[in-house]
Each structure stands twice: as structure tokens, then as C-alpha cells.
């Protein structure tokens, strides 16, 4: 039976890779199971046994590279020099993020007035392990002596993710706003947020 399970297993992640690989080359509305099924060399029967639908199959995948990126976070928890390093680690990991797995994300601009709320589970589980990330460095800083004491870190955490994902580019028009970026912005939104970070760590010593 474990033997079962295993294999099982091991199939599963081979639907996960081969799909993140079509969604990020094609996106979500250019791929079809009969696709990624192919690619498998896989019935689409066994594959429809695995996931009932395209969309839970993104679900899924969705999933491991959140479950991927949070790991990147758990990793170098309480592990910074310095508040200006783990403010950088957070953005520039963010960042590598969207940009590596950009098409992937072309279900977020399709859909965004009406995602799903695993999709708003998911982002919610990121977004607390980014507070407690910074959040703890924050402690650390001010434990150690380096800024001032603060009242409440995680409020303060939450306002910088909260000014890092209102940056805009340039020539936005306030009432055509997006919140997913086009990708030819994605660099003028980091550099900004870049100096954010200089704001924000000056103001706190």
C-alpha cells in the first residue's frame, strides 16, 4: 500500500512540474489538459484521476510555489546582519518571484476582480510569513540596540507591504489601475520599491 502511495505520490509531483512548465511558457488560458497530458505521455483519463479540472491543476501548482517560496523565508528567518538586509532579502526575493514565474500569473490578470479564495488563502499565508520575516528582524534590531524601540513591529511591517504593492509605475492613470504589473514595469516597480526600503530603515533608527 505505501509502495502505492509513493508512486502515486511521485506522479503527482511529474503532473505538477510538467503543468507549472506549460502554464509558465503558454499561461493558464493557452494550456489545455490534452497539453499537459501529452507531455506526460500520459492519458488525459489518469490525468482527470489526478486533478478533475485545469483549474484545480493550477490550484495545485499554485501551492508548491507558494509552499517553494515560503520555504525560501523560513530559511533565513532570524539569519540577517542587518534590518536593511532582510528588508532587501524580502523584495528582492518577491521580485524574483513574479519575474521568474510571470506567465504563470496570467491568472491573476485574467481574473482579478473575482479569484478564488484558495487563491486569496494562498496569498494570505505569503503575506503573514513576510510580516513575521520582517517583524522579527525589526526585534532583533531594536533587542540589539542598532534602531529605537518600537510598539508594534508587525504594524509597521504592514504598512511598508502595504506602500511596497501601492507603487506604481510612472505613467499609471489613477483610475486605470492594475494590481498585477505588465512585465515591462516589473524593474521600475522594484527599483522603487528599492528606495523604499532606505526610507523605511532610515526612519526607523
Known amino acids: 500500500m505505501n509502495a502505492t502511495n509513493d508512486q502515486q505520490d511521485i506522479k503527482r509531483e511529474k503532473i505538477l512540474e510538467a503543468s507549472h512548465q506549460r502554464f509558465l511558457h503558454y499561461g493558464y488560458s493557452k494550456t489545455t489538459m490534452n497539453e499537459i497530458a501529452g507531455d506526460l505521455s500520459m492519458s488525459k483519463a489518469l490525468l482527470y484521476y489526478y486533478f478533475p479540472d485545469k483549474s484545480e491543476l493550477y490550484m495545485a501548482v499554485m501551492r508548491k510555489l507558494a509552499s517553494d517560496y515560503l ?101 499609471s492613470v489613477p483610475h486605470k489601475k492594475l494590481n498585477f504589473p505588465h512585465k515591462e514595469h516589473l524593474d521600475e516597480i522594484h527599483n522603487k520599491r528599492l528606495l523604499l526600503i532606505d526610507i523605511f530603515v532610515k526612519g526607523l533608527k
Do not use: C
Open 71 to 171: 520555504k525560501q523565508l523560513e530559511d533565513k528567518f532570524g539569519h540577517f546582519t542587518n534590518l536593511r538586509e532582510a528588508f532587501l532579502f524580502q523584495v528582492n526575493t518577491h521580485h524574483d518571484f513574479i519575474v521568474n514565474n510571470y506567465n504563470f500569473f496570467d491568472f491573476f490578470r485574467l481574473n482579478e476582480q473575482n479569484l478564488p479564495d484558495t487563491i486569496w488563502e494562498t496569498v494570505g499565508h505569503i503575506r503573514n510569513a513576510e510580516i513575521k520575516l520582517l517583524a522579527n528582524a525589526i526585534q532583533s534590531e531594536v533587542d540589539k540596540g542598532s534602531i529605537q524601540a518600537v510598539t508594534n513591529p508587525v504594524e509597521i511591517v504592514e504598512v511598508f507591504l502595504d506602500a511596497l504593492h501601492g507603487i506604481k509605475v510612472g505613467g
